[in-house]
């Protein structure tokens, strides 16, 4: 619960990610009260609209978007919406912004807007005198487009804004479940003993879609799986799985410790990445169409395996897949626990081996599979059970977990950013990725076409079967 009233001004308040994502949380956070009076949501973007216009659009979003909606309260939480057309490039609107702010609210100003614009976003909110020291910032995804680009950003956004007060927004990290990796992790003695490459063969992690990339076309032709979802998603993910104790659930604290994970990331070789582009399917156009490229040499899947050298992880394989047109919408990270290392029960009896799974969608929760007699006569067969931990049914139906963006908008106005990754992350993110993706363009590396709603290209598959392996998630 937040005591001081808050000003959330969403840049960009008319775009899609506002519609879909940002109004409905907010609303949903306003109905568990945590938008006191005179707590404000401040719409602006480029369409000439009214705010009883805009207060519309936020009610129609919030219907389509918002779950179950209480007229009364959606009535109460619209009487809280303002709206200010403005041009992020240009002077028209930045006064009536100003004029509309109060000093005595903390003032949170949401970049959902193209990433060509945060510069401008920075520099005028700086000139028109409306960063207080109560002032924050959510900087959306893309954060950059390659290590150069995101420190160019960095200096831009750092010459204006300390850095607490920059939220660089990863909805993955706001999920309950990946916050519940830490607490599985964390809080109990039975997992954290065991979390080293002693006892863990090796750790998988799928963010599988079955959506295509639909309108985005020209931003993912530049981007692909790399930079789209590799570097910050699914990286974070591994820093989360991978990371030493911090010494406190602090913003910095948790924050080092991914770092480290990330700078202790091996290079990877060129033969332990698959790269996948979806072709054309029953009623679905190909990648190539869709972004309008017959010659296109971005990815639309991405399969690796990769090390840490430190201490805890040597020897222990990470692998990672992404990719869109995937055959389900899957994505979990597996923990494979090594075989007991001798089996008294024979090798009839079959061999066994723990595996902690954590589902961040469709459902989320954890399972871990443990090792059981399989019941009935005929001696001693073994069989894996999973001992499941699904949130939605463990902790009745009071206990829906909130939306990532509920989570982290609340966070900004609470200025906890544990959950944000921070300057130096975001670079050694880039630093890591980069040369992998200059490897491609030097050897004018094409992906390999893969079947729309399969487990993308046969490469992936066999990245593991070399090793022994078999992935988990998507392919049953
Ligand atoms: P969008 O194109 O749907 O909306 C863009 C918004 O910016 C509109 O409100 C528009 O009026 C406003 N705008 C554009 N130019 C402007 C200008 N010169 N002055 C003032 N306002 C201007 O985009 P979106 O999909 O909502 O994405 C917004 C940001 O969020 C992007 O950085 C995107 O990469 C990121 N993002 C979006 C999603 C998503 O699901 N849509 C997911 C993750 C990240």
Not at 207 to 230: F, H, L, P
Not at 408 to 416: E, S, T, W, Y
């Amino acid at each position: 619960m937040t005591d001081k009233a808050f000003e959330l001004v969403v840049f960009g308040g008319t775009g899609d990610l506002a519609r879909r994502k940002i109004l409905p949380a907010l609303f949903k956070r306003f109905c568990a009260g945590q938008m006191p009076e005179p707590s404000r949501l401040i719409g602006a973007a480029r369409s000439d609209m009214s705010s009883a216009e805009y207060r519309r659009f936020v009610s129609d979003a919030v219907a389509e978007f918002g779950g179950a909606v209480g007229k009364d309260e959606l009535a109460q939480f619209l009487r809280q919406i303002t709206y200010v057309p403005f041009d992020a490039r240009g002077d028209a609107g930045w006064q009536e912004l100003a004029e509309m702010l109060d000093p005595a609210c903390i003032r949170a100003f949401y970049f959902s807007v193209g990433p060509g614009l945060f510069k401008d976003l920075a520099e005028r909110l700086h000139a028109h005198g409306l960063v207080t020291e109560d002032s924050r910032i959510v900087v959306e995804k893309p954060f950059g487009h390659d290590l150069d680009t995101a420190r160019a950003l960095n200096r831009v956004l750092c010459s204006h804004f300390d850095e607490r007060q920059i939220y660089r927004i990863d909805h993955y990290l706001g999920k309950e479940t990946v916050q519940n990796l830490m607490a599985v992790r964390f809080g109990n003695m039975l997992f954290e003993p065991l979390w080293n490459s002693q006892y863990i063969d090796h750790i998988q992690i799928t963010v599988a879609e079955t959506v295509g990339i639909g309108g985005r076309g020209a931003y993912y032709e530049k981007a692909g799986a790399m930079r789209d979802m590799m570097q910050n998603h699914l990286m974070q993910l591994l820093c989360l799985i991978a990371m030493e104790p911090p010494a406190k659930f602090e913003p910095d604290a948790v924050r080092d410790e991914k770092l480290k994970v990330i700078r202790a990331l091996d290079p990877v070789e060129p033969h332990h990445i698959v790269r996948g582009q979806y072709t054309q399917a029953d009623g679905c156009a190909g990648f190539r169409d869709e972004v309008d490229n017959p010659r296109s040499k971005t990815e639309s899947f991405i399969a690796l395996k990769c090390h840490l050298s430190n201490w805890r992880w040597a020897g222990t394989p990470f692998y990672l897949r992404t990719g869109k047109r995937l055959k389900n919408r899957d994505s979990q990270i597996t923990v494979v626990f090594k075989d007991t290392p001798h089996s008294i029960f024979g090798q009839d009896a079959g061999r066994h081996n723990n595996e902690l799974t954590i589902q961040l969608q469709p459902n989320e929760g954890i399972t871990l599979d443990v090792t059981i007699k399989k019941p009935g006569q005929g001696g001693m067969q073994l069989i894996d059970v999973p001992l499941d931990m699904s949130f939605a049914e463990a902790l009745g139906p009071g206990a829906d977990a909130p939306d990532a963006y509920e989570r982290l908008i609340m966070d900004v106005i609470r200025g906890n950013q544990t959950l944000f990754m921070r300057n130096d992350e975001v670079e050694a993110a880039w630093a890591w990725t980069d040369p992998i993706i200059r490897g491609w363009e030097a050897r004018g590396d094409v992906p390999k076409p893969y079947d729309a709603f399969t487990s993308g290209p046969d490469g992936a598959l066999q990245l593991l079967r070399r090793d022994g392996r078999e992935w988990r998630g998507i392919d049953g």
